[in-house]
């Protein structure tokens, strides 16, 4: 059985199915632009003995689609920092792919600056070091429907009878747009590195994100930092699940740095 989160981060969390242990490391998932935290549900049965794993759910997806998506990373890190804050009573990690990197390294160091807190590791996956992050021009970043769906069918992650369905597409563009809006006007803004080690994860044939801009994270922290790429391109983790979470357990185990 799961513990019962906090009420107030009940909204930001769905817990996945795995190992607990009282006092026990907490692991949680951010997802990737357009994602919610369905994508990891099946990631909790592969976790290490001991620890318990969340989904975070942001608004405007899944059972929060009711809710307005937030295109701004501080607007979002105002309402996530509290939301989570319940559930860092004890060890914790993030792992983050893509858009979900980025907002979980920029929330640990809001919560180091606020809170005095730090994971334990974070895991970063499918994105350049923060301060290699390209953001797009508001033009680039202003894309049509037919545009954003584009975006998703190079993805990959989508079938395409769902992107051709008007209703679905109806459903799920808002909520890509704001997510594309927070990752493409996405600036690093320098500051202390981070002190908890790193483990970062590539796609061999990520158009997007090369083994070079991986290695930057190193620059990020002042703990060690290690790169291990996975075949796939930019969406590799849903092809790669089994061999990351055995790199996860490998990392949290003590076994790894």
Not at 48 to 62: D, H, I, M, N, S
């Amino acid at each position: 059985m799961h513990s019962t989160p906090h009420r107030t981060a009940q909204k930001w969390v769905r817990p996945l199915a795995g190992a607990t242990a009282p006092g026990g490391l907490r692991l949680f998932f951010f997802p990737y632009a357009g994602a919610g935290a369905s994508a990891y549900r099946s990631w909790g049965a592969g976790l290490p003995e001991g620890a318990e794993g969340f989904a975070v759910q942001l608004p405007g997806r899944e059972d929060r689609f009711h809710e307005r998506p937030v295109p701004g990373l501080d607007d979002l890190l105002d309402a996530l920092t509290p939301g989570l804050l319940p559930l860092l009573d004890r060890p914790f990690a993030f792992f983050g792919h893509s858009m979900g990197a980025i907002v979980c390294w920029e929330l640990c160091r809001r919560l180091r600056l606020t809170h005095g807190l730090e994971p334990v590791r974070v895991f970063v996956s499918g994105c350049r070091a923060l301060h290699l992050h390209r953001s797009r021009t508001p033009a680039e970043a202003d894309l049509s429907d037919e545009g954003l769906v584009e975006e998703l069918r190079a993805l990959g992650a989508t079938p395409e009878e769902l992107l051709r369905n008007p209703e679905f597409t109806a459903f799920l563009l808002p909520t890509f747009r704001a997510d594309l809006s927070l990752f493409a006007g996405y600036s690093y803004r320098p500051g202390p590195p981070l002190s908890c080690p790193v483990s970062v994860f590539g796609g061999t044939r990520d158009p997007r994100v090369a083994e070079e801009h991986l290695h930057g994270w190193a620059a990020l922290t002042d703990g060690p930092a290690r790169v291990e790429m996975f075949p796939g391109g930019h969406l590799f983790l849903l092809q790669e699940r089994e061999r990351m979470l055995r790199s996860i357990g490998w990392a949290l185990s003590g076994d790894g740095f």
